[in-house]
């Protein structure tokens, strides 16, 4: 199984930009779809973005569309989540999440927490007003 480590949370002011790192080990991540994933207190894990094991497609919550980019180095087994435009409600845990996927089934997007086969510890994001 996989191990993902996420890092690059902070505190950054409204309208500023993060850029969130996922670095995994113990697998190659070129066999994985993946996710990011946030929670925020006293809320439900809400889906973010997901990207495909090939990296040529990705899908994003409504909330983040546009602001929001995710990519993948899989010759660095890491994926990013570039924030930009950063608003107080993208305050949250971040967590990063990978699901086993193989040639046919890695062309697909998952967006349910239950989806996905394992996850990092989360980083902290808090966006101040």
């Known amino acids: 199984q996989v191990q993902l480590v996420e890092s690059g949370g902070g505190l950054v002011q409204a309208g500023g930009s993060l850029r969130l790192s996922c670095a995994a080990s113990g697998r190659t991540l070129s066999s994985y779809t993946m996710g990011w994933f946030r929670q925020a207190p006293g809320k439900e894990r809400e889906f973010v973005g997901t990207i495909t094991r090939n990296g040529g497609s990705t899908r994003y919550a409504d909330s983040v569309k546009g602001r929001f980019t995710i990519s993948r180095d899989n010759a660095k087994n890491t994926v990013y989540l570039q924030m930009n435009s950063l608003k107080p409600e993208d305050t949250a845990v971040y967590y990063c999440?990978?699901?086993?996927?193989?040639?046919?089934?890695?062309?697909?997007?998952?967006?349910?927490?239950?989806?996905?086969?394992?996850w990092g510890q989360g980083t902290q994001v808090t966006v101040s007003s």
């Open positions: 999440a990978a699901k086993d996927t193989d040639l046919y089934t890695g062309s697909y997007y998952y967006t349910a927490v239950r989806a996905y086969d394992s």
